[in-house]
């Protein structure tokens, strides 16, 4: 799997990039992957920072994960449902 920050400077924010190989899914590698790179993220900014996440509808596996890190829903755009969080 892997976790990945992109910088948008239109949102001023981190979108982050998330996904764990279908074969490892429902093993806690999710929760550890996306706790140790909102660790990462939190430990390597110097002032408070937003993360944005886009989630497919059709995925409630992510939204549900993304829920439990403390992401709130901040809209909608197609089939997507957006989500933020400041750390």
């Not at 981190?14 to 909102?38: C, L, N, P, Q």
């Not at 900014?45 to 403390?70: C, H, M, Q, W, Y």
Request: hydrophobic share 35%; glycine share 8%; charged share 25%.
């Amino acid at each position: 799997g892997q976790v990945r920050f992109d910088y948008d400077t239109k949102k001023s924010g981190w979108v982050i990039d998330f996904s764990i190989d279908a074969d490892s899914r429902g093993s806690g590698y999710g929760k550890t992957a996306m706790r140790e790179a909102m660790n990462w993220l939190r430990e390597h900014s110097d002032e408070p920072v937003t993360v944005f996440a886009d989630v497919l509808d059709t995925n409630p596996s992510s939204k549900r994960i993304f829920e439990a890190f403390g992401f709130n829903m901040v809209g909608k755009v197609e089939n997507f449902s957006s989500y933020s969080l400041t750390l």
